[in-house]
């Protein structure tokens, strides 16, 4: 049977399976295969037309060997190939062109990889940037990959990430997709995370299942930290340069909260420390100050700001911390939330956003200026204003506590966010309200089934799409194909699996006559030093072209 064609006449490659990019293991699978293929020797065909090659002789596990790495992986692990190039071992923490010791830890014969452990670089590849290297923990720390590549590097690295998602997952032959952007850099490259969550496996009071440890006997003090790369264990962690000051300071005071409190832990537990924000209009200040008496303002004053930090000290809700960065027109101050359900404040230029501290926000406040500016530049096509059916009306689906409603609803006639979360449904309402946006709304609902009670005409309405990581239900893509959105932008923090849902929208439905053109991709890198990048998408909404009619 011929390969089918796509609506414009060019044939397509083979529909992709819709849960094949759902896993990590599915993606380095498609860069080992294609590593192969390209390197395999002639004798041999990648589809075994001209027979299979033997099964590679393969190095006993534990073992130590020498490998040169060929490419990093889109999961950020180097490559590097077999002496016969009929095998793949994955290794950590390596460039194209380091010749690197490994240890090699377990084999997956049938799918032709080997995991190793990185031991030593033997000679370093021409991208190697050891001096970059920011953290002690980096190479035995799961947290990050990339930190040994410049940051010019890694943004390079991360656009091919994002090529080789649609190239792999979209199942789009190559015309249909637009060449793709560079990725959009993070101003901060460390002390950007605003949220950390370590962990510890056990607490203290038992030896075992049973067995008490006496009063009088020391309890030793679990690891704190992260997993060790590709081990079940975890990595004690006293500092990581990747959080912001306040963070870190709060892992500090955690750490040490939690030592004094082993005995109280049964099990073991996750933490969090999520930054805060408190900003102070220097004109309160200033009005406070003019009220006191000039001969006792210095002490009063050091009073207040005692008084200030001490109440700032709530046990269970924050580590204590404050830290005071004066601006032009305010003092802005930075606190560490540690309880999930208190609530965590953060600002986007001047765009407020409380929320529950455990709840989902972007971890990188740094890059949410120009990240929100640029969906901005982009949520109306050129020429909208010309219109005489402009696009007026904005939905947002998976809202959450409504960074995409909030920012963009000034372009708007009106915008409703919608999400499945009814926490984040009520911070969202607050928001706007703090905002002062009247003619912004949230609601709480499934967003598999959100277009039925749209009260926007479609081709007047901007929709934005914001998942989790498996990305969006069939039955969701469905009925965006029948609400017919005439533009939208969608945000994906798993780029595999955008790619592909937007080759369902561009396939489209021809019953429908309803399908999208894909008018820009880019990545942007929230995650610095690792192999996360993040992927917007915007397309517009198309038709089939009718059919010529036969004499």
Do not use: W
């Not at 249909?176 to 490259?189: N, Y």
């Not at 911390?321 to 359900?341: F, S």
């Amino acid at each position: 049977m011929a390969p089918k064609k796509s609506f414009d006449g060019k044939r397509k490659k083979a529909k992709v399976d819709r849960t094949q990019a759902n896993g990590f293991d599915e993606v380095l699978q498609a860069d080992i295969d294609a590593l192969l293929k390209r390197n395999r020797p002639e004798q041999y065909s990648f589809e075994g037309d001209s027979g299979s090659p033997p099964p590679p002789t393969l190095p006993e596990t534990f073992t130590e060997i020498d490998v040169t790495v060929a490419e990093i992986s889109s999961k950020g692990d180097g490559l590097a190939l077999s002496e016969n190039c009929d095998h793949v071992y994955v290794v950590p923490f390596t460039v194209p062109g380091d010749k690197v010791r490994v240890k090699v830890i377990k084999h997956f014969q049938p799918l032709s990889y080997s995991m190793t452990d990185f031991i030593s670089v033997i000679e370093a590849g021409p991208k190697r940037n050891d001096a970059g290297i920011g953290c002690g923990y980096f190479g035995k720390c799961s947290g990050c990959q990339l930190q040994m590549l410049s940051y010019d590097d890694q943004l390079d690295h991360k656009r091919r990430i994002v090529e080789k998602a649609y190239a792999n997952f979209s199942g789009l032959i190559p015309e249909l997709i637009p060449t793709i952007g560079d990725t959009f850099p993070s101003p901060l490259q460390y002390g950007y995370r605003t949220k950390l969550t370590p962990h510890f496996a056990n607490g203290g009071p038992r030896r075992g299942k049973r067995e008490e440890i006496p009063l009088d006997q020391p309890v030793k003090v679990p690891a704190i930290g992260f997993t060790y790369k590709g081990r079940r264990m975890d990595i004690d962690i006293e500092d990581c340069p990747l959080g912001t000051d306040i963070v870190r300071l709060g892992l500090k005071s955690e750490r040490k909260r939690v030592a004094e409190n082993i005995r109280s832990y049964k099990k073991g537990a996750t933490l969090l420390m999520r930054e805060t924000t408190t900003r102070i209009p220097k004109e309160n200040l200033e009005a406070e100050s003019e009220n006191k008496n000039s001969e006792t303002k210095d002490s009063e004053t050091k009073e207040t700001e005692t008084k200030e930090t001490a109440s700032s000290s709530k046990p269970g809700i924050d580590s204590g911390d404050v830290i005071r960065v004066e601006h032009e027109t305010y003092i802005e101050e930075k606190r560490c939330i540690t309880d999930n359900n208190a609530t965590s404040v953060e600002y986007v230029d001047d765009y407020y956003f409380s929320n529950k501290a455990g709840a989902f926000f972007q971890n990188n406040n740094s890059i949410l200026s120009g990240f929100t500016e640029f969906i901005r530049s982009q949520a109306l096509p050129a020429g909208n204003d010309q219109d005489p059916r402009p696009i007026k009306y904005l939905l947002d689906a998976y809202s959450g506590s409504g960074l995409f409603t909030i920012t963009l609803s000034p372009l708007f006639k009106s915008s409703l966010g919608v999400d499945v979360a009814g926490d984040s449904i009520i911070s969202a309402r607050e928001n706007a309200l703090a905002n002062k946006l009247p003619n912004t709304g949230f609601a709480a609902a499934d967003a598999a089934v959100l277009f039925k009670d749209v009260p926007y005409p479609p081709d007047q309405t901007l929709l934005v799409i914001d998942p989790p990581r498996k990305g969006c239900s069939e039955d969701f893509l469905q009925q965006l194909l029948s609400f017919k959105p005439r533009r939208v932008v969608y945000v994906s923090c798993n780029v595999h699996t955008q790619a592909r849902d937007v080759a369902v929208m561009v396939q489209g439905d021809e019953k429908k006559n309803v399908r999208y053109e894909i008018e820009s991709i880019r990545g942007f890198d929230f995650f610095p030093q690792t192999g996360h990048v993040e992927g917007v998408a915007i397309l517009n909404r198309a038709e089939f072209p009718q059919k010529e009619e036969t004499a």
